[in-house]
């Protein structure tokens, strides 16, 4: 459901500033065994505060604090897929505090800079990955870009009079709009609100500047879908 924009909230400004309607955000990649000793992850993090290993020990993932603004929180998470094929990373921003917190719970940026001090053969190289974001509109504030829900030709022998209330595209590659992949756009009448989901593909460096990077990249692409009615008027 809509929360308020965090640009509004008295946030320093060496704050992030988080983008109006984004839930959540992530990065993907895959680090093959030359680019990432899993098994040095894996001991340096294994018995932090806030960090969980699977039973097998081919996974560690942990919950994080926000650093510089409280007000979001982080996830991360890395498996070790085969000695040949190496290990995936995803690294997630998600609105708001995370729960209940252990002491001595990592903020992003101090375990952010250690990783990258366990990352040394990809230090300051983007790596290759997808992006994903998740937006959570007010249909008060926003209003999309194209008809949405409208009513299509060939429902009309279905109980309900159904409309068409989402819609999934995918894209090619282009200088337009580069690394764009997949998007989702849906309504939600009852709730006034707009959902959409973003998925992009583009290098990212694994270091600090992980967490800004990702609140920009799919904010740069919303405006295709949904334009706030400020704006749009």
Known sequence: MQRGSFARSGISATA??????????????????????????FEAFKE?????????NKAIRGVL???????????FEMTHVSARRGSTLEFQTVRGPC??????????SAFLRRL?????AIAGMAQPGMLSARFELSMDRWKTTMPIPYAASGLADLPGE?????????????????????AFIT??????????????AGPRIID????????????????????SRAQGD
């Open 99 to 108: 729960g209940r917190q252990r002491p001595g719970t990592l903020t992003s």
């Open 162 to 182: 159904p409309e068409i209330a989402g819609l999934d595209f995918a894209f090619q590659d282009t200088p337009v709009r580069p690394g764009m992949r997949r």
């Open 48 to 56: 932090s505060p806030g960090f969980h290993t699977r039973s097998d």
């Open 208 to 227: 600090e500047s992980l967490p800004r990077e990702l609140l920009s990249a799919g904010t740069q692409h919303l405006s295709m879908f949904a334009v």
């Open 65 to 75: 604090k926000g650093s510089p603004s409280r007000h979001w929180h982080a996830h």
């Open 16 to 41: 992030l500033v988080w983008p109006e309607g984004l839930e959540a955000s992530s990065f993907t990649c895959r680090l093959t065994p030359a680019e990432a000793d899993f098994e040095a992850v």
């Open 116 to 120: 990258k001090a366990l990352l040394p």
């Open 187 to 200: 309504t939600y009448s009852e709730l006034k609100q707009i959902v959409v989901r973003l998925l992009l």
